[in-house]
C-alpha cells in the first residue's frame, strides 16, 4: 500500500482526477471501476472540468459501479444509477451504454468485467466501520458481486441523503472484496476526522473480515490518498 497525505481534498481531487486522465488518454478504451457516496464527488467535477477544457475525451471508456441499491426505482434521486447520469455521465461524453451497474444486466458482472479486459483502475471509499463498496464487516474475502444486507451504521450513515432512516434500503448489490481485488490498480480516497479510525485499521491493523478494506494490505497496486484528518491516527503522524 502507498499513502498519500494531502494538506487538502481540493488538492487530493484535482491529483486523481489528472491521473485518471492521463491513464485514459495513454488507454482510450480505459476499463474504469466507478464508485459514489460524498468522497468522490470532487474528483469528479474535476473530471467535467477537464473534459471541457478538451483535456480528456470517455466516449470509450467503460465504467463499471460498485454498488447499487436494492428496492430503489432507477430514476430515484438516491440510487447509485442517477447519482452516476447526474454527477458525471451526463455532463461528460461519456457512452452510456459502455457504464455498468450490478443489476443492471443479466449477465454475471464479474464475469462481464472480465469479458470487457478486467478493471484497469477501481476507485474507492471507505465506509466508517471500514467497508468498501457494500462489503460490510464479516464478508467473506473471496466473495463476487453479490446481493448484501447494509449494516445498520452504514444505513444511519447513508440516512443523510434520505428524507428518514426508513426510507434508506435494507439491502444491496455490491462487487466482492473477491471482485475488487481484481482490479489491476486501486485507488482509495478518505477524508475527515469520521475516517480515521477504519483507515487506521485498514492500513496498519491485521487482516481481518472486521475490517473489509484491510484487505487491500494484500494487493499489490494501491493507493490510498488521504488527507490529514482522515491521516491522523496514523503511526508517525
Ligand atoms: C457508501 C458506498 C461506498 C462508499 C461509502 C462512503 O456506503 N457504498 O462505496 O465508499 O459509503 O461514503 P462517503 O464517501 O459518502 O463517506
Known amino acids: 500500500m502507498k499513502v498519500h497525505v494531502f494538506k487538502s481534498k481540493e488538492m487530493i481531487d484535482q491529483e486523481v482526477a489528472t491521473l485518471i486522465v492521463s491513464k485514459i488518454n495513454a488507454k482510450p478504451n480505459f476499463v474504469i471501476g466507478l464508485a459514489t457516496g460524498s468522497t468522490p464527488l470532487g474528483i469528479y467535477q474535476e473530471l467535467i472540468s477537464l473534459y471541457q ?17 436494492v428496492g430503489l426505482e432507477k430514476m430515484h434521486p438516491q440510487s447509485y444509477r442517477y447519482y452516476m447520469n447526474h454527477h458525471l455521465f451526463s455532463k461528460t461524453d461519456f457512452n452510456v451504454e ?39 464487516p464479516g464478508t467473506s474475502f473471496d466473495a463476487l458481486t453479490h446481493e448484501t444486507l447494509l449494516a445498520h451504521q452504514t444505513r444511519l450513515d447513508n440516512s443523510r441523503f434520505f428524507n428518514s432512516l426508513e426510507e434508506v434500503p435494507t439491502k444491496a448489490l455490491t462487487m ?18 469520521n475516517k480515521a479510525e477504519a483507515v487506521k ?26 488527507d490529514e484528518d482522515a491521516a491522523s491516527l496514523l503511526e508517525g503522524n
Open 53 to 69: 477544457q478538451n483535456k480528456v475525451s470517455f466516449k470509450d471508456v467503460t465504467s463499471f459501479n460498485l454498488d447499487e441499491y
Open 98 to 136: 459502455n457504464t455498468f451497474f450490478p443489476g443492471e444486466t443479466s449477465e454475471n458482472y464479474d464475469l462481464l468485467i472480465a469479458s470487457k479486459g478486467g478493471i484497469d483502475l477501481q476507485i474507492l471509499g471507505i465506509g466508517g466501520n471500514g467497508h468498501i463498496a457494500f462489503n460490510e
Open 176 to 193: 466482492g472484496l473477491g471482485s475488487i481485488m481484481c482490479a489491476k490498480e486501486i485507488i482509495l480516497v478518505a477524508t475527515g476526522l
Open 201 to 226: 485499521s485498514m492500513i496498519e491493523g491485521d487482516i481481518n473480515v472486521n475490517c473489509p478494506a484491510s484487505i487491500l494490505q494484500n494487493h499489490i497496486n494501491v493507493h490510498i490518498y488521504l
